[in-house]
């Protein structure tokens, strides 16, 4: 029941972000908007089935999409290698996005770039747990808003909280719907924001509930946080908030 029902909360997410999206595009600021809920559906439903009904009560709650992870794969903080060897995630079709920029292609779980923020935070959780199934007897994963958002020739990478509008409120709004559905289903009672953002979307999602909230730094190579010390500055910060 678990399952089934994490599975029609996603697939109701990324039907409903279209018409949104869609809007959003005509607004002009971004070009591409692509939903790997619904061309990398296949890998993110096997991500669901394999994690969502081992008893996790904490969530991992990241922003949106890497290009080069959950964009190419459907999976949250997903990396090649880590969806290929360690969550034994193969063989199934990513499809494409309806809308293609040229240098922003989608080659699924055969794509060649790592994700260094998927593959920190996985290797972490495997390091503290030591198995897949100790990880999501503890944890699970998910991204609050599932959309990527690219800008201009170059396809810039653009984050949910640097796009203005109305329509974007509408799109994070309704992915805020989508975490406490999460969160009901699974009877979570920690949400771990990872970076400040996604913390920021937990606390207004889950206001009024008795969902205990924390947060952790983004692994992103991008910050000075993540990377000070080699990493382990921040896998220290981030075993901190891990269940025991």
């Known amino acids: 029941m678990i399952i089934k029902s994490l599975i029609e909360s996603s697939y109701n997410l990324s039907q409903d972000l279209q018409p949104l999206s869609d809007i959003l595009l005509e607004e002009g600021f971004i070009d591409y908007i692509y939903n790997p809920l619904i061309y990398a ?57 309806e809308k293609i920029h040229p240098k922003r292609i989608i080659k699924g779980l055969e794509w060649h770039k ?3 923020s998927g593959t920190r935070l996985w290797g972490a959780l495997f390091d503290n747990y030591g198995s897949v199934e100790k990880i999501f007897s503890k944890i699970f994963v ?35 719907i989508y975490l406490k559905e999460i ?11 990872v970076g400040k953002y996604s913390k920021k979307r937990a606390e207004i999602a889950l206001d009024k509930t008795k969902v205990n909230l924390k947060s952790c730094w983004h692994p992103s190579p991008a910050s000075p946080l993540a990377n000070k ?10 075993r901190s908030i891990l269940p025991k």
Not at 142 to 169: A, Q, R, W
Not at 229 to 238: I, L
């Open 229 to 238: 010390n080699n990493g382990a500055d921040w896998r220290e910060n981030f």
């Open 183 to 193: 969160v009901d289903i699974m009877q979570i009672e920690t949400v771990v924001g």
């Open 114 to 116: 790592e994700e260094i």
């Open 142 to 176: 998910v991204n609050h808003c599932p959309l990527m958002f690219f800008k201009g020739v170059n396809g810039t990478n653009i984050t949910p909280d640097k796009i203005p509008g109305e329509s974007i409120k509408k799109i994070i709004q309704r992915c805020d």
């Open 41 to 97: 559906w296949e890998p993110h439903r096997a991500f669901i089935e394999l994690g969502g009904n081992k008893g996790a009560k904490t969530i991992l709650l990241g922003m949106n999409p890497g290009p080069h992870g959950m964009g190419q794969m459907g999976i949250p903080f997903a990396a090649t290698t880590i969806v290929r060897d360690f969550l034994k995630i193969k063989n199934l079709p990513v499809l494409q996005p």
